[in-house]
């Protein structure tokens, strides 16, 4: 199992950025899949799963109404476009692949990418 995150970058408040995971080496559409974060000094913090089918998606507290989660089945990715980006999402952000929904279990994780939201 592998998992490559990228798209992560420098960007203004107030901007966008989409991130990437790319999955291989497992049958993809059969996991959900999840992005967290962890900011200098934090704890994890999740911020968006969503279903192997696609079809439930989740979000955390903090991002809901500016994140969106999907995932393409066909190229094996799942994506998260991030908008109105706030210092506060600062963070190095992973993908993981869920084994258990109800309490977001992972096994795998993706190396993070860093996002830093900065003017």
């Known amino acids: 199992v592998q998992l490559q995150a990228s798209g992560g970058g420098l960007v203004q408040p107030g901007g966008s950025l989409r991130l990437s995971c790319a999955a291989s080496?497992?049958?993809?559409?059969?996991?959900?899949m999840a992005w967290f974060r962890q900011a200098p000094g934090k704890e994890r913090e999740f911020v968006a799963s969503?279903?192997?089918?696609?079809?439930?998606?989740n979000y955390g507290d903090s991002v809901k109404g500016r994140f969106t989660i999907s995932r393409d089945n066909a190229k094996n990715t799942v994506n998260l476009q991030m908008n109105s980006l706030k210092p506060e999402d600062t963070a190095v952000y992973y993908c993981?692949?869920?084994?258990?929904?109800?309490?977001?279990?992972?096994?795998?994780w993706g190396q993070g990418t860093l996002v830093t939201v900065s003017s």
């Open positions: 080496g497992f049958t993809f559409n059969w996991y959900a």
């Open positions: 993981a692949r869920i084994t258990y929904a109800l309490t977001r279990e992972t096994d795998y």
């Open positions: 969503i279903a192997g089918t696609g079809g439930t998606k």
